[in-house]
């Protein structure tokens, strides 16, 4: 495995007085009052879809889960997000892109 397919997809934006954040390798998303708490509640919510979708009780399902991409749109947002953002300074308004890494438990601690 490629360490980039170890590397989620994501991007967050402000609407209002909110902010919205994307995972698009796994078509999930969560908003808070502000990118960090956003980004809290998307980083439980990718842990916890990954958790169940590798060792809970969704395990049969694990190709579909770990294959489910978000629409088309989405992701030439993202990539229209990327583009202004490697044009211009980030400010607090503007887009934010990052990568969020899938977390990794070490075999000693899988369940059998």
């Given at each position: ?42 980083d439980s ?40 953002f490697?044009i ?18 070490p ?6």
């Amino acid at each position: 495995m490629k360490p980039n397919n170890l590397l989620l997809h994501c991007y967050a934006e402000k609407s209002g007085e909110q902010w919205q954040v994307f995972c698009l390798d796994l078509s999930l998303a969560a908003q808070g009052d502000s990118f960090k708490e956003a980004r809290i509640k998307l980083d439980s919510m990718v842990e916890s879809y990954l958790q169940d979708a590798l060792v809970g009780e969704d395990k049969e399902y694990a190709d579909q889960l770990l294959n489910r991409k978000a629409p088309l749109r989405q992701w030439i947002k993202y990539y229209f997000f990327r583009l202004i953002f490697l044009i211009f300074s980030t400010k607090n308004r503007l887009p934010r892109l990052f990568k969020e890494a899938i977390p990794m438990v070490p075999c000693s601690h899988r369940h059998a």
